[in-house]
């Protein structure tokens, strides 16, 4: 058994009745919108999101339909940013398939973005689902806040740190924060427990997305070599950033004259590669994630012991050692 098949063991049967649940939900009497989403389903990613919900709603009290319904909410929301960031970055592979927004074109993928958000909050109405669709639709919010605050920041290639972790926490640990708020939610947990999953996945999240950061500076297991996308996009993420305040104003400026040019060249990412490298912008960026991993396990210290604690002690580890 693999680290995430192990991790959802505790709530493996939830998760297969959710995938029956899920389904009915994207279901329309349209065709066409059929055949899109019948080709999205079958392109499912690991469901950590789903996942964090039905264990911080088994962490927190007894799973039930609301937890269904977060889980669907999440899953629609999820899919559809998805959609929408394969057409604003022109993107036309996902998951190692080709992305919808390549098959169909940008017109459809951004309907279909459309309509699952217009889902969403369908099922969140007609199930009267009020708080859900509160923390969602905040989450949404936040979402499209990070990416167009990320653009404006990427322009000048001036990111500080701080900003760097208010972009990643509205893009990727707002809504892993949404779905361990939405697990304690659905099964009527205090305002307090509430909070305390919402820090959890927060803090999850944030790390999800520095390891993320980090594969574009650690050699691939696979490949057996970096990978640079974030480079050649020139994006400045935390292993760069920590790394351009350690060097001096000249090698500052190189760097960033070097990731500004129009043409990406061959040697660009060597040169950014061996300069983060050097200025311990791997170590730094470790040593955060070691924080985070701390303060989650921390937190779910102050629960019992139970299956659905334990699998989220081992999300955790699977979250910041994973290779892809």
């Not at 996009?233 to 760097?255: D, F, M, V, W, Y």
Request: hydrophobic share 40%; aromatic share 8%.
């Amino acid at each position: 058994m693999d680290t995430l098949s192990r991790i959802k063991e505790p709530v493996s049967n939830e998760l297969k009745r959710f995938d029956k649940v899920f389904s009915s939900a994207m279901k329309s009497e349209i065709t066409l919108l059929n055949v899109i989403t019948n080709f999205v389903l079958r392109r499912k990613g690991k469901q950590i999101r789903p996942l964090l919900i039905f264990l911080t709603a088994k962490l927190n009290g007894t799973i039930n339909e609301s937890t269904y319904t977060a889980a669907s909410l999440a899953e629609l929301l999820h899919t559809a940013t998805l959609i929408h960031d394969d057409v604003v970055d022109e993107a036309y592979e996902r998951r190692g398939f080709l992305s919808l927004n390549a098959i169909w074109k940008s017109k459809i993928a951004v309907l279909l973005g459309d309509y699952l958000l217009s889902k969403s909050l369908i099922i969140s109405v007609e199930r009267k689902e009020h708080e859900l669709l509160e923390i969602f639709t905040s989450t949404v919010k936040e979402i499209i806040e990070g990416e167009i605050f990320q653009i404006q920041k990427s322009r000048k290639l001036n990111i500080r740190e701080d900003e760097y972790f208010d972009i990643i926490k509205k893009k990727t640990a707002s809504l892993l924060s949404a779905c361990a708020a939405a697990g304690a939610t659905s099964v009527k947990s205090s305002k307090e427990e509430v909070e305390l999953m919402k820090t959890f996945g927060l803090l999850l999240g944030t790390a999800f997305q520095i390891k993320d950061d980090l594969f574009d500076y650690e050699i691939s297991s696979v490949t057996g070599k970096p990978r640079g996308n974030d480079i050649q996009e020139k994006k400045l993420t935390l292993p760069l950033i920590a790394a351009l305040q350690k060097a001096g104003n000249s090698e500052k400026r190189k760097i960033i004259f070097l990731i500004n040019q129009k043409s990406y060249k061959k040697d660009t990412y060597n040169k950014v590669f061996h300069f983060v490298h050097e200025y311990g912008g791997l170590d730094y960026s470790r040593s955060i994630l070691s924080d985070l991993k701390n303060k989650c396990e921390n937190i779910l210290i102050k629960y019992p012991v139970s299956e659905a604690r334990e699998a989220l002690f081992r999300l955790i580890n699977y979250v910041i050692e994973r290779d892809k």
